[in-house]
């Protein structure tokens, strides 16, 4: 089976800085890759994946992620955060059939 | 359009209880799937389906059961509920394998089994 690991549960950020998601999976095959974030009591909405080709991948809202095959890691970044991307963010893995894994996700506060 | 939808919203339940949850889309997608989850553990799939008429178990299959009569609704049913079901429920439909494709949620169900 698949494992993917979110290193942070928590991350506190100041409103405009910079935030770096980490996310590490682990596979010997090649994998598709997803970040998809929830806002409170919401559903699950996707942010961006990596299927193919460039590894730097550009998704909504103005987050992106860079896929890095040799560190088996997927970490989500942007530049400049807002209150409103005050969310829990899932990195989550598919290689094989229609099975499905999710991290366990890192709750991303942003701080006025 | 309203996308996924679940019904209900909330429920309780005495152990031993069963109860049905329902999944409706009107995307026209072929797959749905359902996920619990559970604080700590991300989302984990229990059962899924590749179109009208199938269904395939997940990660986490045991103790529940599912059904797929039309292309638009999944069920996911639980014939006797136990405190370990306590979870937040989300279905999700993809036109093609949510291996490749988009996923779209529903707003969940929150089950509490007592």
């Known amino acids: 089976a698949q494992s993917v690991t979110q290193l942070d549960s928590q991350v506190p950020v100041f409103e405009e800085a910079p935030v770096e998601l980490r996310c590490n999976y682990s596979?010997?095959?090649?994998?598709?890759l997803f970040w998809y974030v929830q806002y409170p009591n919401q559903g699950l909405q996707l942010l961006l994946k990596?299927?193919?080709?460039?590894?730097l991948v550009k998704g909504i809202n103005g987050f992106e992620a860079e896929f890095n095959k040799s560190q088996t890691s997927f970490h989500l970044r942007k530049p400049s955060v807002h209150i409103s991307d005050t969310a829990e963010y899932f990195c989550a893995v598919s290689a094989s059939g229609n099975q499905f894994y999710f991290g366990t996700g890192t709750s991303l506060t942003v701080i006025p | 359009n309203a996308g996924v939808t679940q019904t209900p919203k909330f429920r309780v339940l005495k152990t031993g209880q069963s109860m049905t949850l329902l999944c409706a889309q009107d995307?026209?997608?072929?797959?749905m799937y359902w996920y619990r989850q559970d604080p700590g553990m991300g989302l984990r799939l229990i059962h899924y389906?590749?179109?009208?008429?199938?269904?395939a178990k997940g990660e986490v299959p045991d103790g529940y059961n599912v059904s797929r009569l039309k292309k638009q609704n999944f069920l996911l049913g639980l014939e006797s509920a136990a405190p370990s079901q306590t979870s937040v429920y989300f279905c999700a439909s993809s036109q093609t394998s949510g291996r490749t494709d988009t996923q779209y949620f529903g707003p969940g169900t929150r089950l509490t089994v007592l």
């Open positions: 990596y299927l193919s080709g460039s590894t």
């Open positions: 995307m026209n997608h072929e797959y």
């Open positions: 596979s010997s095959v090649s994998v598709y």
């Open positions: 389906s590749v179109g009208e008429g199938t269904t």
